[in-house]
């Protein structure tokens, strides 16, 4: 093993974070609200809609992550970034919008009829009485589904996106020490879903205790 080696590469290393970085936590807020957005209209009563809707999600998931890139770089024409942004989300938002749909309706249909007995809209009983629940109860599900995030934006290396993997790709290339970078990347890796978890099991607690 030669380690030195690798510390030279560390400039691109760093870049490489720096784009896997950006990109999944872009991807997570992206995925996040449209995911919700598509759980709740999965929710409504207007059966049209959420059979749309149902129908979508499950093109959606049914879909390799792969494919939805590809499509969206050489068939749709996005740049590398942006389709990768794109592709990420529109992939994960389909199984968020299940741990939505599910968190919502794990809650008693009389916290919803209270709302409206109180002369709360439709939004408000969503927004005051129904999301605060749902939240405590989808923080799991949603810890895995952005750690998910994380380990998919490699996919992106594939239209020369310069993140983690292909960075130490790149090294192991240069360096035949493909043990050593597949180490480092895999570290940093495990680092950046760690804080995820961190982060999510504090917000947990704090939710659980509001």
Partial sequence: MDWP???????????????????????IVGSFLFGTLLGYLRLTRHALLTEVVNGYVEIVR??????????????????????????????????????????????????????????????????????????????????????EVVKNSAVVMFVGVQELTFETQEISQATLRSFEAATVATLLYVTLTSVIVGGMTSLGRRLRWA
């Fill in 5 to 27: 080696v690798i510390w030279q590469y560390r400039a691109a290393i760093l870049q490489g974070l720096a784009y896997t970085v950006v990109i999944s936590a872009l991807a």
């Fill in 62 to 147: 049914n879909t390799p992550l792969i494919v939805k890139l590809f499509f969206l770089y050489y068939i749709a024409g996005l740049d590398a970034f942006p389709s990768g942004l794109v592709a990420l989300i529109v992939h994960q938002s389909g199984y968020i919008s299940d741990v939505i749909t599910a968190g919502f309706r794990s809650i008693s249909p009389e916290q919803a009829e209270s709302g409206y007995a109180l002369g709360l809209s439709g939004r408000q009983v969503f927004v005051f009485a129904l999301l605060p629940q749902a939240a405590r109860l989808t923080i799991p599900p949603l810890t895995s589904q952005f750690i």
